[in-house]
């Protein structure tokens, strides 16, 4: 393992994982465009493309051992998952070309949404964030795990969409979820303390899905998740929802929202899925905590 970097870093060698898939096929024009902004910085550049799932995880777990000292992705929140999983514990950073839908993590970092100006601006030196990632079932996450409704309609729209999942996509199955989703009795353990939902979220950063803020607190560079709970039926969750948005469901009935270091997750029915950071990672029960693998982001110069 490589020392994490510390105060102002300038790149030599610069790893691009583009996924042509990305943001309605926007990855690889982003993934191309990162690799000429990091080139003419002066930087030894690779252009890597994905082809499958898990093809990120892979080439990012060999950046350490090939010399690299940045991985920059050219993709959504998806592929930067795969990327830190692949990344945690080698001290190689990772960088962002924001190519995907919503591009949160980016957002969260206060990072230029176009992806030549994002790379451009670490290329000319970032200051890297050494964090400790969530984690689950042995994956890390940098954004949320969640549980319950969320998972339930990523599941039906894998399911019953083809091609890219957009925004309105979302927004439809979530209606459609109010309907299907049976609203299970989820026991929710965390720090000593006991709750009952049927929906968890536990987050990592602030930002969720459409912009929602579920977890206003939580901050990568403070180690700690947020833990926020749904109690109720359809009505009640309906109603609470587009509070989520301002971070005006903090104090409704129903709602649990805590600090926490350790959530333990399980589900009275079988078949109730989870997902970290958007990805389907399995079913209930679960464990999410802090992981021990450090992870290296690489920010702006400006403090995130």
Known sequence: MTAAPTGIVRARRVLVLANPAAGARRGGPAGEAAARVAS???????????????????????ADAEGFDLVVVAGGDGTLNEAANGLAGS????????????????????LP???????????????????????????VFLLMAGAGFDAWVLRELLRGVSGKIGFGDYIRGALRGLR?????????????????????????APLYGGFLRPTPHARLDVDGLWLCAFDGGAARF???????????????????????RQVEIAASIDDIPYHLDGELSGTLPVVVGLSERILVLATLRRST
């Open 40 to 62: 003419r910085a002066g930087c030894a550049v690779t252009l890597q493309r994905t082809e499958q799932p898990g093809d990120a995880q892979r080439f990012a777990s060999r």
């Open 91 to 110: 001290g190689v950073a990772l960088g962002i070309a924001p190519a995907g839908t919503m591009n949160l993590l980016a957002r969260v970092l206060g």
């Open 113 to 139: 949404l176009d992806p030549a100006e994002a790379v451009a601006r670490v290329i000319d030196g970032y200051r890297p964030c050494a964090l400790r990632p969530g984690t689950a079932a042995g994956r």
């Open 180 to 204: 299907t989703f049976p609203f299970p009795r989820l026991t929710i353990d965390h720090d000593g303390r006991s709750s009952e939902a049927h929906t968890a979220i536990v987050g990592r």
């Open 238 to 260: 309906a109603r609470v929802v587009p509070r989520l948005w301002s971070g005006a469901h903090v104090g409704c009935a129903g709602v649990t929202l805590v600090a926490a």
